[in-house]
């Protein structure tokens, strides 16, 4: 090969090396990129509401509980519910309460691991009607951070709310559906 053509090709080969490396760092980027891309689009839809944004400053939750007046002239029906991926049992102590908007109220959720090892897991909320989601004030709530449970171990976790007297009129039943899932294990389920 005459040394004018090689040298032809070793600045090909580096013109492709580069687009290559281009290429690379542009896919990794747009990964990079996708997380936030997801939060906001799942943000404007009202889709997979994440529990991180839930959580209020507990400074902030105090004022709120303190501040809110009881509407007794109204009563929310605010039906729990429960559902599992995993290997545990997972239910609401009641599936339903009367509450009237302003009342601090309190559920109980039991959660079983029915295996004989440590498990890991998270609750993810769910609202029907979806416009009662920002309504439903969380100021405790075993969702706001993943549980381990231990093997065989049952175990009760409270979620203390309030339903903001703001909620819309026509709004007379809530339904709260949590849906637990395995994080964080390379154990098989059952």
């Not at 994440?50 to 004022?63: C, G, H, I, Q, S």
Request: with cysteine; proline share 7%; aromatic share 10%.
């Amino acid at each position: 090969m005459p040394p004018e053509s090689e040298a032809v090709h070793s600045g090909a080969n580096k013109t492709m090396l580069g687009k290559l490396l281009m290429v690379a760092i542009l896919m990794f980027g747009f990964g990079y990129a996708l997380v936030p891309f997801y939060e906001k689009i799942c943000e404007l839809t009202g889709i997979n509401v994440l529990t991180a944004r839930e959580r209020m400053d507990p400074a902030e939750a105090r004022r709120f509980a303190q501040n809110t007046q009881v509407d007794l002239t109204r009563t929310v029906s605010v039906e729990f519910d429960a559902n599992s991926h995993g290997p545990w049992s997972f239910r609401p102590k009641n599936n339903v309460i009367e509450v009237h908007p302003g009342e601090l109220a309190t559920i109980i959720y039991e959660i079983r691991n029915n295996q004989d090892a440590e498990v890991s897991g998270q609750a993810i909320p769910s609202y029907a009607p979806k416009q009662s989601a920002v309504h439903f004030k969380k100021l405790e709530c075993f969702c706001f951070q993943q549980q381990v449970l231990k093997a065989r171990e049952t175990r009760e976790f409270p979620v203390v709310f309030v339903i903001d007297p703001k909620l819309p009129d026509g709004i007379r039943n809530i339904t709260l559906s949590y849906t637990f899932f395995q994080v964080g294990s390379a154990q098989p389920t059952l």
